[in-house]
C-alpha cells in the first residue's frame, strides 16, 4: 500500500508450520491459546489502532514464498512467526530481499532456551526487530510497535 494515501494502515499476519496446532501442540511448551485466539485477540486491538489486518497460515514453504513475495503489494507491514523455517529456509530469507517490507518476527517461545539449531534465524536480521518468548502477547507487541514505526514515518 502506498504511504500517505489516507488508507488505513495494513498489516498482514505471516504464520508458518504446525502454528495451526497451537493449543493442543506441546501446550507446555506453546501454551493453550489456538491460533483462532491469536486472530482474535490481534483483530481486536488492529480495530482499536485503526489498522486493517489480514492472516495468512501454511505449512507449505512454497505457499509461504509466495506470500511474502506478494506483501509488498498488499501490505504496509507484516508480523511474522515462520514456524520451523524460521531456522532452515534460504528460500523465505531470499523472497523478504526480493520484496522487501517492514516485519517483525514473533516466536511465542523464547528460542535461546531450546535446542541449539532454534538459535539461529534466517530472517532476523532483515527485521525491524524480533519478540521470542512473550507467547501471543509477542503478537500485540509487534502489531503496537509497527504502527508505531509507521505514525512516526
Do not use: K, W
Amino acid at each position: 500500500m502506498a504511504q500517505g494515501t489516507g488508507t488505513l494502515m495494513r498489516v498482514v499476519v505471516v504464520n508458518g508450520p504446525n502454528l495451526n496446532l497451537l493449543g493442543s501442540r506441546e501446550p507446555s511448551l506453546y501454551g493453550h491459546t489456538t491460533l483462532a485466539d491469536i486472530e482474535a485477540m490481534v483483530r481486536a486491538a488492529a480495530a482499536e489502532l485503526g489498522v486493517d489486518v489480514e492472516f495468512v497460515q501454511s505449512n507449505h514453504e512454497g505457499t509461504l514464498v509466495d506470500t511474502v513475495q506478494g506483501l509488498r503489494a498488499r501490505c504496509d507491514a507484516a508480523i511474522v512467526n515462520l514456524g520451523g523455517y524460521t531456522h532452515t529456509s534460504v528460500a523465505l530469507r531470499d523472497a523478504f530481499l526480493a520484496a522487501p517490507v517492514p516485519f517483525i518476527e514473533v516466536h511465542l517461545s523464547n528460542l535461546f532456551a531450546r535446542e541449539e539449531v532454534r538459535h539461529r534465524s534466517m530472517t532476523a536480521d532483515l527485521a525491524i526487530g524480533v519478540i521470542t518468548g512473550l507467547g501471543a502477547r509477542g503478537y500485540l507487541l509487534a502489531l503496537q510497535a509497527l504502527v508505531a514505526a509507521h505514525r512516526d514515518e
